[in-house]
Structures are given as structure tokens and as C-alpha cells.
């Protein structure tokens, strides 16, 4: 990913268990991509082949509707 992105939902899990992804996109020839959801409770967003990000904190809640947004700038 060479340019800045915002990707956001309404989420309601039913189970905060292991890696869960809300939204992800990639092309396979290059590798290029990300993916945003939960592992567990915490929020991530990864830029494939380049960097993984996790919250520090627990921010899902199994069966209540939340925003959830990951912001890159670059």
C-alpha cells in the first residue's frame, strides 16, 4: 500500500474468538492488501507483506453494535 486509507464498519459479533476479519482486500500477484478486523477482542489492521497492527486494549464486544475504523497516513 503506497497511499493513505481509512476503512470503517458497523460491526456485531455473535464471538470474539481468534483471527476475524471484517474486511480485507489483496491482489495476488503482487502481494498487496490489507486486512481489518478482531483477534479476540483487539482490533487489527494489517498491510500485507509489510506491517501488523493490534490494539493495546480488549475494544470488541460480543452482541452490541460498534464503529470500528483503522486510519493509515503516510
Same mark, same amino acid.
Given at each position: 500500500?503506497?497511499n493513505?486509507?481509512?476503512? =470503517?464498519?458497523?460491526? &456485531?459479533?455473535?464471538?470474539l474468538?481468534?483471527p !476475524?476479519?471484517?474486511? =480485507?482486500? =489483496?491482489?495476488? #500477484? +503482487?502481494? $498487496?492488501? /490489507?486486512? /481489518?478486523?478482531? $483477534?479476540d477482542? &483487539?482490533?487489527?489492521?494489517?498491510t500485507?507483506?509489510?506491517?501488523d497492527?493490534? +490494539? ?9 453494535? !460498534?464503529? #470500528?475504523?483503522?486510519?493509515? $497516513?503516510?
Open positions: 500500500l503506497t493513505n486509507l481509512t476503512v =470503517s464498519a458497523w460491526v &456485531k459479533p455473535s464471538v474468538l481468534g !476475524q476479519r471484517v474486511l =480485507s482486500h =489483496s491482489r495476488t #500477484i +503482487s502481494g $498487496d492488501g /490489507f486486512g /481489518f478486523g478482531f $483477534d477482542a &483487539k482490533l487489527f489492521f494489517t500485507y507483506t509489510v506491517r497492527y493490534t +490494539s493495546a486494549n480488549n475494544v470488541g464486544v460480543v452482541g452490541r453494535w !460498534q464503529h #470500528i475504523a483503522a486510519v493509515m $497516513d503516510r
